[in-house]
């Protein structure tokens, strides 16, 4: 009996322990000098000194040891859309931009929209990715089929309100009841892409990017989210806003009194107004779109002070040459994974934003709001996921470097300071100075309620 494994030891024994020598170490509020040991996947010690040797040493003088982070709202293709991005280049992308976890997003060919697609889907992932990934599945009224989705991992119901987005749209309010009441049975949240169909042009009509995105009004997402918050204040499930896009969303959901709700801004909604897209076009068309320079501010004033949830990427990788074509024709959506910290650390050395912020925004609060309570965090028996940073170091944004397919950004060009020195997931090194060092399938698929 004696030589029987357990799974946690199976699928860990076989990984080499690493010592992190003398960074300046994250706790809830500040840096400390010290050591870290992972062994077995896991943080086992943290202390000013270690003494033991461990098989791989990383000596991080200069460098800030952070929680790694965690992305709540990504889209790694794969499967038919594998030309897009698949499991492999997207966490590659997700290593590089220090992200540890990465929960991807349900409207794929074929859509997450089952238990058998789901599981589809993670044995596929299995052997490809080099981060954690869970899976958010497509929105269903259907009480069975939802509570099935639960009990098999995913992490969310998500709702498309916006026409261009079918099959899985669901338009009218008591269809959206519907599956509110389905999540809440099943012990689900409910992610949302909250944007009523509003347009007053058809498509066809639409001769430029700025036409394109003049005609997905804010109005669109006010409406939405005013919506959706009646409906949740009726059943009461927990509902996740994604991409917000104006500051008014942000208060409104902040000042809910549910409790229940919680609300996510991009960096291109916080970095980028919709004057950028007379420039770039294609480059910066994404839904929802991008809004005046003001409201652009405001909404990263808000962030900044704390109104906002989390930060995720929305990271929807599509090829330049489906990007190219005629407006209404362009996919929307932007590769996002490998800019987001650069182009965040830069403000924290501009003083627009604190560590501390950053820190929640980007790691312990999607960590709590999606029950990974092993993650978020670096102390004792937390999981083997962090990252070191150097704040120091200068760089610019060079799309032809990305690991992701997608070689374009509206951020190309832009100079950063603070970058990615290393990642580490589950103990291991999957990314430092610039290279992936991690091999496909050294990532873990994750399920919702086996607590990260
Ligand atoms: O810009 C976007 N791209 N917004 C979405 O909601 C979907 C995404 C995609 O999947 O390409
Ligand atoms: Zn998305």
Same mark, same amino acid.
Request: aromatic share 4%.
């Given at each position: 009996?004696?030589?029987?494994?357990?799974?946690?030891?199976?699928?860990?024994?076989?990984?080499?322990?690493?010592?992190?020598?003398?960074?300046?170490?994250?706790?809830?509020?500040?840096?400390?000098?010290?050591?870290?040991?992972?062994?077995?996947?896991?943080?086992?010690?943290?202390?000013?000194?270690?003494?033991?040797?461990? *098989? $791989?040493?990383? !000596?991080?003088?200069?460098?800030?040891?952070?929680?790694?982070?965690? *992305?709540?709202?990504?889209?790694?293709?794969?499967?038919?859309?594998?030309?897009?991005?698949?499991?492999?280049?997207?966490?590659? &992308?997700?290593?590089?931009?220090? #992200?540890?976890?990465?929960?991807?997003?349900?409207?794929?060919?074929?859509?997450?929209?089952?238990?058998?697609? @789901?599981?589809?889907?993670?044995?596929?992932?299995?052997?490809?990715? !080099?981060?954690?990934?869970?899976?958010?599945?497509?929105?269903?009224?259907?009480?069975?089929?939802?509570?099935?989705?639960?009990? &098999?991992?995913?992490?969310?119901?998500?709702?498309? @309100?916006?026409?261009?987005?079918?099959?899985?749209?669901?338009?009218?309010?008591?269809?959206?009841? $519907?599956?509110?009441?389905?999540?809440? $049975?099943?012990?689900?949240?409910?992610?949302?892409?909250?944007?009523?169909?509003?347009?007053?042009?058809?498509?066809?009509?639409?001769?430029?990017?700025?036409?394109?995105?003049?005609?997905?009004?804010?109005?669109?997402?006010?409406?939405?989210?005013?919506? %959706?918050?009646?409906?949740?204040?009726?059943?009461?499930?927990?509902?996740?806003?994604?991409?917000?896009?104006?500051?008014?969303?942000?208060?409104?959901?902040?000042?809910? @009194?549910?409790?229940?709700?919680?609300?996510?801004?991009?960096?291109?909604?916080?970095?980028?107004?919709?004057?950028?897209?007379?420039?770039?076009?294609?480059?910066?068309?994404?839904?929802?779109?991008?809004?005046?320079?003001?409201?652009?501010?405001?909404?990263?004033?808000?962030?900044?002070?704390?109104?906002?949830? %989390?930060?995720?990427?929305?990271?929807?990788?599509?090829?330049?040459?489906?990007?190219?074509?005629?407006?209404?024709?362009?996919?929307?959506?932007?590769?996002?994974?490998?800019?987001?910290?650069?182009?965040?650390?830069?403000?924290?050395?501009?003083?627009?934003?604190?560590?501390?912020?950053?820190?929640?925004?980007?790691?312990?609060?999607?960590?709590?709001? #999606?029950?990974?309570?092993?993650?978020?965090?670096?102390?004792?028996?937390?999981?083997?996921?962090?990252?070191?940073?150097?704040?120091?170091?200068?760089?610019?944004?060079?799309?032809?470097?990305?690991?992701?397919?997608?070689?374009?950004?509206?951020?190309?060009?832009?100079?950063?300071?603070?970058? %990615?020195?290393?990642?580490?997931?589950?103990?291991? %090194?999957?990314?430092?100075?610039?290279?992936?060092?991690?091999?496909?399938?050294?990532?873990?698929?994750?399920?919702?309620?086996?607590?990260?």
């Amino acid at each position: 009996m004696d030589n029987l494994k357990s799974p946690e030891n199976e699928e860990t024994s076989g990984l080499p322990s690493l010592l992190i020598r003398d960074a300046h170490i994250w706790t809830e509020n500040h840096t400390i000098r010290g050591s870290i040991l992972i062994d077995h996947g896991r943080i086992q010690k943290i202390a000013r000194r270690i003494a033991e040797r461990a *098989d $791989e040493e990383i !000596l991080a003088r200069r460098l800030v040891a952070l929680p790694g982070l965690v *992305d709540a709202h990504v889209h790694l293709r794969d499967m038919r859309l594998s030309y897009k991005e698949d499991f492999t280049t997207g966490t590659a &992308a997700a290593a590089a931009g220090g #992200f540890t976890t990465v929960l991807d997003m349900p409207n794929t060919l074929p859509p997450t929209d089952s238990v058998q697609r @789901l599981r589809l889907k993670a044995r596929r992932a299995s052997q490809k990715i !080099l981060v954690n990934v869970g899976f958010h599945t497509a929105a269903v009224g259907d009480r069975w089929t939802a509570k099935a989705m639960g009990a &098999a991992g995913a992490f969310s119901m998500k709702l498309y @309100l916006p026409k261009p987005i079918a099959p899985l749209t669901v338009g009218d309010d008591r269809a959206v009841a $519907e599956v509110l009441k389905a999540a809440k $049975e099943a012990s689900l949240p409910v992610t949302v892409h909250a944007e009523d169909a509003a347009q007053a042009k058809t498509t066809r009509e639409i001769r430029t990017f700025k036409e394109l995105v003049a005609s997905r009004s804010g109005n669109a997402e006010t409406s939405a989210v005013n919506r %959706i918050l009646r409906l949740q204040k009726k059943v009461d499930c927990q509902i996740h806003f994604c991409h917000l896009t104006l500051p008014s969303s942000v208060s409104a959901i902040g000042n809910s @009194l549910s409790g229940r709700v919680s609300s996510e801004v991009t960096p291109h909604h916080t970095l980028l107004s919709k004057d950028s897209v007379e420039k770039l076009r294609w480059k910066a068309w994404m839904v929802p779109p991008l809004r005046p320079e003001q409201v652009k501010n405001s909404l990263f004033r808000k962030m900044a002070s704390g109104n906002a949830t %989390i930060i995720a990427t929305d990271h929807a990788p599509h090829t330049i040459k489906e990007k190219r074509q005629p407006p209404h024709k362009s996919p929307p959506g932007i590769p996002g994974l490998e800019t987001a910290m650069p182009l965040m650390l830069t403000m924290v050395n501009k003083g627009k934003l604190s560590l501390r912020r950053l820190v929640s925004l980007l790691s312990t609060n999607p960590a709590k709001l #999606f029950s990974l309570s092993s993650k978020g965090r670096l102390e004792k028996g937390a999981e083997g996921d962090m990252i070191l940073v150097d704040m120091k170091k200068r760089g610019k944004i060079d799309p032809n470097k990305f690991f992701s397919k997608a070689h374009y950004s509206p951020f190309e060009g832009w100079k950063t300071q603070g970058a %990615i020195h290393a990642t580490i997931v589950n103990g291991s %090194i999957v990314y430092r100075n610039e290279e992936i060092t991690g091999k496909p399938g050294g990532g873990k698929v994750l399920r919702n309620g086996s607590g990260g």
